[in-house]
């Protein structure tokens, strides 16, 4: 599973980028990205989803190109307050801010924040158990976002199992990527409205039958459920 969560990233990368790209202009920018990205994590384990999730959600509207770290303008509308990012649904914005910073101060106007979020993400990765991959590099940040295939193109919370497909596959991903990528929500932690509808009343449609037809699954569904249903402290 790991390894297929690394290969559906690899996937999702540009096709036309380089490996060696900054070997002449800042060879460190690797070093100095995974450096910050294990500060972060060891500060708090979430970051290192958050990064994921951020370039997850970057990739699926127009390619990784960055575009979802643009903020409106007169004549932008942007991709955070898309249905499927708002709400603090994407964060992780502070910590590619500071790692631009960092490499700004070594290697001034030489990286794109596309770069810099697809190698964070990678390392994010890695920092919490993952694979590792090698990452092209040579993107070219957007000007631009689009704003509708952000509401669009990016699954939801409550989305059911054949529109989630559906979406990697227009994405060119398979079922194996879905399962991957969708996998990573669970490092970390989730509030419980986000799955609490699919743990109850989604089991036909995703998997065609009704586990709680067998008894013994259904004793722990509802012992499960008592123990999900105790108000928070």
């Given at each position: 599973m790991l390894h297929s969560f690394g290969l559906c990233f690899h996937f999702l990368l540009h096709r036309c980028s380089k490996w060696d790209?900054?070997?002449?202009?800042?060879?460190?920018?690797?070093?100095?990205?995974?450096?910050?990205?294990?500060?972060?994590?060891?500060?708090?384990?979430?970051?290192?989803?958050?990064?994921?999730?951020?370039?997850?959600?970057?990739?699926?509207?127009?390619?990784?190109?960055?575009?979802?770290?643009?903020d409106d303008t007169i004549d932008l509308l942007g991709e955070k307050r898309a249905s499927t990012n708002r709400l603090n649904s994407?964060?992780?914005?502070?910590?590619?801010?500071?790692?631009?910073?960092?490499?700004?101060?070594?290697?001034?106007?030489?990286?794109?924040?596309?770069?810099?979020?697809?190698?964070?993400?990678?390392?994010?990765?890695?920092?919490?158990?993952?694979?590792?991959?090698?990452?092209?590099?040579?993107?070219?940040?957007?000007?631009?976002?689009?704003?509708?295939?952000?509401?669009?193109?990016?699954p939801t919370a409550n989305e059911g199992l054949l529109g989630i497909i559906s979406k990697f596959l227009y994405q060119g991903l398979s079922v194996t990527d879905m399962v991957a990528l969708s996998g990573a929500h669970?490092?970390?932690?989730?509030?419980?409205?986000?799955?609490?509808?699919?743990?109850?009343r989604d089991f036909e449609t995703t998997s065609g039958n009704n586990p709680l037809l067998d008894s013994k699954n259904a004793r722990f569904f509802f012992s499960y459920k008592k123990q999900t249903e105790k108000p928070l402290q």
């Open positions: 790209y900054y070997n002449s202009t800042c060879p460190a920018v690797f070093d100095i990205v995974r450096k910050e990205m294990e500060c972060h994590v060891l500060s708090d384990p979430r970051n290192a989803t958050f990064i994921i999730r951020l370039h997850f959600h970057d990739c699926f509207v127009q390619g990784s190109d960055g575009s979802i770290l643009l994407l964060k992780g914005f502070r910590i590619i801010d500071k790692i631009k910073n960092k490499l700004e101060s070594e290697c001034p106007s030489i990286f794109s924040c596309a770069d810099i979020l697809t190698i964070a993400a990678r390392d994010a990765v890695i920092l919490v158990d993952g694979p590792y991959w090698d990452v092209p590099v040579e993107r070219k940040d957007s000007k631009t976002a689009n704003f509708d295939l952000a509401s669009q193109n990016i669970t490092i970390g932690m989730a509030r419980c409205e986000n799955f609490r509808a699919r743990i109850y």
